[in-house]
């Protein structure tokens, strides 16, 4: 085997950062860690930095880079600041491999930036893509940078796809790619409880433990409107093509339908090891730390349709891809803007996706030529959505 690849991870202190380390972990003749940025949970970067030595760690600001430095034994790690440090840390010469799991769209610059440095990419800050796809794929394939998804889905579907897939599925045989969806912990509560329910229960996710945001993207399924525009940009799929599948058990992680009527899927269990070691290593397999599948004890796979009525966010997460152009990103911005809202007890929970589809009308789409339309896209929603919530937050 080559030498040890330099792993720059965007995001350690995060759930897929952590599940990143330890999977990179397991491997120290393959993996090292190069590089580790944080915005917050210092004193986790803190030891994540004793214990993997990286060359770099990027904080948020000035004064946490000092207070970290001091930590730090002199000569073990640079400490850097803010976009800048991200971005340099991401485009690194040495770097070989970029793990993308900032959440939001605070990950686009520093993602670009390793698209366009031609690095081997493992995207799992899906915001990234959903913003700025046109651009983000253009910089993938000028700079003939390796893309790899990690959302659990699109692992799936890529593991399901040829070998030889170049983003062309009617040429490869495909009919449509099938997403699964858990449909989060408020699938049968009834609808009139849905009013009151607390951020504390809709993170409470019944199969996977995540970050907040991305928790809360799931209860509403916004996490699905997002993967929907995603497998558009990453396997060329147009919105007809996409179907998305219920699945309770959050067993199968998606499936791809060929023409001649098989249905590939992948399997396994809910454990976000499992793409990460697939992308890491790819096309290798490795040791992931993942028990094996127990189909025993699982019995049974359900499946259903969706509930368009319960979950307005998937018909706004087809629409903005049927818009294009900026609506993905007005879609991704008021969304990041509605879900802190809720977060913070501001905004009752069936008014996150209210307010995401006012912001939607009241900002119709754009085309988008560049990263400075998707970043323009993305401040007028934030400004948007903030006007709109002054109208439906709840006063204490
Ligand atoms: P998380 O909240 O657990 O971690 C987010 C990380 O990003 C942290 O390290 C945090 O310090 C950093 N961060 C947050 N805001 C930042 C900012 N403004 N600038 C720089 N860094 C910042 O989130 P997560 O659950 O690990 O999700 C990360 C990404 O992966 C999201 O885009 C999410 O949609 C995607 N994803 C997560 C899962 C999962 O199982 N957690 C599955 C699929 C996709
Ligand atoms: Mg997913």
């Known amino acids: 085997m080559s030498a040890a690849q330099n792993l720059c991870v965007l995001g350690a202190t995060g759930s897929i950062g952590l599940n990143t380390l330890d999977v990179a972990a397991r491997h120290p003749q393959r993996f090292r860690i190069f590089a580790l940025s944080a915005n917050e949970r210092m004193d986790e970067l803190a030891q994540l930095c004793l214990r993997h030595r990286p060359r770099y760690a990027v904080v948020a600001q000035a ?14 790690t640079e400490v850097l600041v803010g976009q800048q440090g991200l971005e340099h840390i991401a485009a690194h010469a040495q770097t070989d491999c970029v793990m993308a799991a900032i ?21 799992a800050n899906k ?3 959903v913003m700025a796809g046109p651009i983000f794929m253009e910089a993938v394939r000028t700079h003939h940078a390796t893309l790899l998804p990690i959302d659990s889905e699109h692992n799936a579907v890529f593991q399901c796809l040829p070998d030889s897939f170049a983003g062309d599925l009617r040429g490869h045989g495909v009919r449509r790619v099938l997403l699964t969806a858990s449909g989060g912990p408020f699938r049968d509560v009834a609808l009139e409880r849905l009013r009151h329910v607390t951020p504390d229960e809709a993170c409470a996710h019944p199969n996977w433990t995540m970050g907040r945001k991305i ?13 929907i525009i995603e497998a558009h940009w990453l396997f060329g799929a147009a919105p007809e093509q996409i179907e998305v599948v219920v699945h309770p058990q959050s067993v199968v992680h998606s499936m791809v339908e060929y023409a001649d009527g098989s249905v590939i899927a ?11 070691a697939h992308a890491l290593a790819y096309p290798e397999r490795i040791e992931a730390g993942v028990g094996a599948l127990d189909l025993f004890r699982i019995g049974r796979l359900d499946f259903t349709a969706p509930d368009f009525t319960r979950f307005p966010a998937l018909r706004l ?12 990103a007005t879609l991704n911005a008021a969304n990041e803007i509605a879900v802190a809202a809720f977060l913070q007890g501001r905004l009752p929970f069936l008014a ?12 119709p789409p754009h085309q988008l030529a560049s ?6 896209a993305d401040a007028a929603a934030r400004r948007q959505a903030e006007r709109q919530l002054e109208t439906m937050t709840v006063k204490p």
């Open 371 to 376: 990263l400075d339309d998707v970043l323009g």
């Open 103 to 123: 959440v939001g769209a605070a990950g686009l610059v520093p993602t670009l930036a390793a698209a366009r440095a031609g690095k081997k990419l493992l995207l």
């Open 63 to 76: 004064a946490q880079a000092d207070t970290l430095a001091r930590r730090l034994a002199p000569g073990l």
């Open 127 to 129: 915001e990234a893509l």
């Open 266 to 276: 992948q399997l396994g269990n809910p454990d976000m090891r499992t793409p990460i």
């Open 352 to 363: 996150i996706t209210a307010v995401i589809e006012a912001v939607m009308d009241a900002l």
């Open 317 to 328: 997460g087809y629409r903005a891809l049927r818009e294009g152009g900026t609506s993905p």
């Open 215 to 227: 928790s809360v993207d799931s209860a509403t399924m916004m996490n699905k409107a997002l993967e």
